[in-house]
């Protein structure tokens, strides 16, 4: 092939893709990049960034009030929705130009609008046919909203991020990470939030213990929780307000409704599936542990490849898929120990094996945890409590899991993961000194398993 245009090129210019292109470049491939939306992808402009700025701007409602306990006296507050907004999006402005930069930087060529797939060796790139020795898909996901009379009404979280104005009542349906985080952003905000759930409790796939904390802390803040509950409708009113209609045959009135039902891939008109790249169901590309599809040239990493759907793990997939094909050393990357944050309000930080998984996997588990009043709180008045969890083998020792609901759960837990990362044992933990007087010192302080 002596006639390439690129020795890879990327369709997809969010964190994954932009970490592949520029390690790869820096390799010393030929690299162009397409992207038809926004540069950094969806945790730059419509995910991670964002919401995490958000979740500050909701904390201080909170802050204000516990303020008092600690002799501040604070005059009335008012909070201005669009300042937060056109603030925010300043700054991702800021960081959509340091993602291009560091193309540039590396000699990446960045090329706007729609790119597609012709066959193992050939992309289309507006009018361009470009001839290119390998083909990586880091498209990532895109909100899905179900089928239901009045779902043009619902926004997703990606016009959450934008609204002309703040509502005075929503509703937030679902129960993953998103819908956690913005029904405690509207929340901190001042929107009167209740989230709705289809199942019995939120947040499915984590410790048990951990989700029902969680249930527990979310209304002592403000936030309605109503589990096993459906909507079968959605109307407008002549007032502009909306009206849900439910499962059990009650109503609901709210002024917005806001969808975080899942996310499915973008692989929408990409041509994968005619040039013999597998799909799953849900429109997942089915690739190797070493991101290869079943067209040994094309590769795909990310959300658009099911799984955990963590802008860290997409990064890491990139640097391993770059090694992989400029170095000659191919390398993956492990989904063991995967540590990650929920920013709710409270946060939730969790590295390794739930408790329920734990017990699947191994025949003696040992377990841990807490639940306190932090410090803070004696004098602030707040009624949050902080959970802490950990997960022990039995026979080896070794920490299997660490799970947090709490202020700075996600700053702490990352600590957490380098140790599980090192295969600490609870020995280790035990003959750790804690830093007094913090939260994060009972992780090192839990002595007597509760079963």
């Known amino acids: 092939m002596d006639t390439l245009d690129f020795d890879l090129f990327v369709i ?29 992808g969806t945790c730059v402009n419509v995910g991670c960034v964002p919401k995490k700025l958000f979740v500050h701007a909701a904390h201080y409602s909170e802050d204000f009030h516990d303020a008092a ?83 043009e009404h619902v926004i997703t979280s990606n016009e959450a991020f934008h609204l002309e104005r703040l509502p005075r009542r929503a509703v937030v349906v679902g129960g993953g990470y998103i819908a956690v985080e913005f029904a405690g952003i509207l929340n901190g905000l001042g929107v009167e939030t209740a989230l709705l759930y289809r199942g019995p409790l939120f947040l499915r796939h984590f410790d048990r213990d951990l989700r029902e ?27 502009g307000s909306l009206e849900l209609q439910l ?55 990310g959300d ?5 759907e963590l802008t860290p793990l997409a990064t890491a997939q990139g640097m391993a898929l770059a090694s992989t094909l400029f170095l000659g050393d191919k ?34 588990v040992l377990v841990y945890r807490t639940r306190f009043r932090p410090l803070k709180h004696t004098l602030s008045g707040n009624p949050e409590q902080t959970f802490m969890k950990l997960v022990v083998d ?22 957490m993961a380098v140790a599980l990362q090192a295969g600490a044992t609870k020995r280790v933990f035990d003959a750790t000194l804690g830093i007094h007087p913090t939260s994060a010192e009972e992780f090192v302080t839990l002595r007597e398993p509760v079963r």
């Open 12 to 40: 997809g210019a969010g964190s994954g893709g932009v970490r592949a292109a520029r390690i790869s470049a820096g390799y010393g491939a030929r690299v162009a990049v397409a992207e038809e939306r926004y540069v950094g």
């Open 69 to 151: 306990g600690f002799g501040w006296a604070l005059g009335a507050a008012a909070f201005d929705w669009p300042r937060l907004r056109d603030n925010k999006d300043r700054e991702i402005a800021r960081l959509n130009g340091i993602y291009r930069n560091l193309l540039d930087s590396k000699g990446v060529t960045l090329t706007g609008g729609w790119a597609g797939v012709l066959d193992a060796h050939w992309v289309a790139v507006g009018e361009w046919h470009l001839r290119v020795r390998h083909i990586l898909i880091a498209t990532g996901a895109w909100p899905f909203v179900p089928d239901f009379p009045g779902r």
């Open 213 to 239: 904390t969680l249930a527990e802390e979310m209304p002592k803040k403000g936030v309605t929780l109503r589990f096993d509950t459906t909507v079968q409708a959605v109307e407008k009113r002549p007032d």
């Open 247 to 301: 499962g059990d045959g009650s109503r609901l009135q709210t002024d917005l409704v806001l969808y975080a039902t899942g996310r499915r891939p973008l692989v929408q008109d990409l041509g994968l599936e005619a040039c013999g790249v597998g799909l799953r169901e849900d429109g997942s590309i089915v690739v190797d542990d070493y991101y290869q599809s079943a067209v040994p040239s094309i590769h795909a990493i």
């Open 304 to 308: 658009v490849i099911g799984g955990p």
């Open 331 to 364: 390398r993956s990357v492990s989904l063991e120990n995967l540590p990650t944050a929920i920013f709710s309000q409270p946060a939730v930080g969790t590295v390794g094996l739930s408790e329920e998984q734990a017990r699947a996997r191994y025949p003696a």
């Open 394 to 415: 039995g026979e080896s020792d070794r920490v299997l899991g660490v799970h947090m609901v709490g202020p700075e759960a996600g700053e702490i837990v990352q600590g």
